[in-house]
């Protein structure tokens, strides 16, 4: 089995106090001015602007200042802390104006709450799936999550960590208006602080039956490929070509990923024999800089080599950006994934049952193709770089490969663990 193959391609304030001493005992202090408009402070000496005054006014960390206060990270407050002309204050935060949060709404479909502190979901058109940021990245983040009809279900995803006692999914049925819910991420899940809603069931999470291979790619140091599926089998992998995770471990789709900069790097699992023979299905984040649908100037082999997998250039257009499957006659057929973000992550999917071959772009079904049987296969899993110019960089996440068909909602569960772009 070959996932992807590799085919070949042509052509990449300084801050002023002034104490002045005059006749008389007299005392002069002058005003902090600067002559760009903006006042910087380094405050722990690490060359690194904390602070920044402007006519903006304050900004802390980074991101944009409001014409107010602009605190891009957490805000820690010991003592007593007054917004407003209020003579009333606590020992926390007291606003006697308008607090402005960031807030999206989701209709009927799915979503992510990537930058949001509050979600308004809008079930009243059909079901919606929410899916959270990944828990590890959002230490300390609070998240209300707030359905605002009573019709149809809400299932909220804990992107790709546990929602407490929920484990991923967490479902609120339809019949009760006034159903939220506020996280909080503790750096590994996802924790409910309240709830005006006490009877959510745990969701219909079934990614961990027949799931035989996982590669989460989350490795720092090291060339060894963990594999996480608690299978019966062994699928571990390793890296090729004096490739190593360290200085190619980069941000990922779900969480860390791994980079090729090379045109000889593989991730690989040597296996020898059948891995797959009624049914399958892969899930595999792709993030590179080339065009799936420009044509190399170097014609590579096509069909594809290979059992199945994903074939992304070629100057054939049968063979480019599709998933394919060999026959057990070995000729070939694929299903075309037709779009691909060039420069961001892109998730792709193939299922298939025994009749048909299904391809999915970022939860989307884009193509699918009869064929009844498949050949056999060497065992051999490989992930590797796609093309032949050693300019270019191509990022790979989270593999996992399952020995049964994953139907749509499965796939759009998937595709809400990672990265939405």
């Known amino acids: ?127 919606v799936y929410l899916g959270l940021p990944d828990p590890r990245e959002s230490t300390g983040r609070m998240i209300t999550v707030k359905r605002i009809s009573t019709s149809n279900n809400l299932t909220i995803g804990g992107g790709g960590g546990n929602i407490e006692n929920f484990e991923s999914l967490l479902e609120i049925p339809s019949g009760n208006q006034n159903a939220s819910y ?82 000889a790097d593989s991730a690989e699992h040597r296996n020898g024999g059948n891995v797959l023979v009624d049914q399958y299905s892969w899930s595999l984040w792709v993030k590179t800089s080339i065009d799936p649908s420009v044509a190399p100037s170097a014609a590579p082999e096509d069909p594809p080599q290979g059992a199945l997998g994903y074939s992304f250039v070629s100057d054939n257009t049968l063979w480019r950006n599709v998933v394919f499957h060999r026959k057990a006659d070995d000729s070939v057929v694929g299903a075309n994934i037709s779009n691909f973000n060039t420069g961001s992550w892109n998730h792709i999917v193939a299922t298939w049952n025994g009749s048909t071959l299904t391809a999915y772009h970022n939860g989307t079904l884009t193509d699918n193709v009869a064929v009844t049987d498949l050949s056999t296969q060497a065992g051999n899993i490989i992930l590797q770089h796609p093309g032949d110019d050693g300019a270019i960089t191509s990022s790979v996440d989270d593999l996992q490969i399952f020995d049964r068909a994953l139907d749509s909602e499965e796939v759009q569960t998937l595709y809400h663990s990672g990265s939405i772009e």
């Open 182 to 263: 506020v996280f909080v991420s503790n750096g590994t899940q996802w924790y409910i602080l309240s709830s005006l809603f006490a009877n959510a069931t745990e969701g219909s999470n079934t990614l961990s039956t027949n799931l035989i291979l996982h590669w989460p790619l989350d490795e720092t140091s090291g060339n060894v490929i963990s594999e996480t599926s608690n299978s019966t089998n062994t699928y571990t992998g390793n890296l090729y070509n004096e490739h190593y995770f360290s200085g190619n471990s980069v941000s990922g789709a779900v969480y860390n990923a791994l980079k090729f900069d090379d045109l």
């Open 1 to 127: 089995m070959f996932l992807p193959r590799k085919s070949p391609w042509g052509s990449s304030a300084l801050f002023i106090f002034s104490l002045g001493i005059l006749a008389g005992l007299h005392l002069l202090f002058a005003d902090v001015t600067s002559r760009t408009g903006s006042i910087s402070f380094d405050v722990n000496q690490d060359g690194q602007k904390e602070a920044t005054l402007t006519t903006d006014g304050l900004k802390i960390g980074t991101g944009n200042p409001s014409a107010n206060l602009h605190v891009s990270g957490n805000a820690i407050i010991t003592g007593t802390l007054t917004i407003g002309t209020t003579t009333t204050t606590s020992n926390n935060l007291y606003i006697s104006g308008s607090l402005g949060m960031s807030v999206l709404s989701v209709t009927s479909g799915s979503n992510k709450a990537n930058d949001s502190s509050v979600v308004l979901a809008d079930t009243s058109a059909g079901n």
